[in-house]
């Protein structure tokens, strides 16, 4: 891992990697979070 400087700062850089789980980015479990979409709620 490389630390870098900036303005007196440290920036260390995220990692990464692929895992089994990419796939599902962005979905969810309806049976746990709702049916509702966020279009929805925001008419409320």
């Known amino acids: 891992m ?13 990692i990464v990697s692929p ?3 990419l796939n599902l980015l962005g979905t969810r479990e309806p049976g746990h979070y709702g049916h509702q979409t966020l279009a929805a709620i925001d008419q409320l």
Request: aromatic share 12%; proline share 12%; charged share 10%.
């Open 2 to 14: 490389v630390s870098i400087y900036i303005d007196g700062g440290v920036f260390e850089p995220n």
């Open 19 to 21: 895992g089994p789980n």
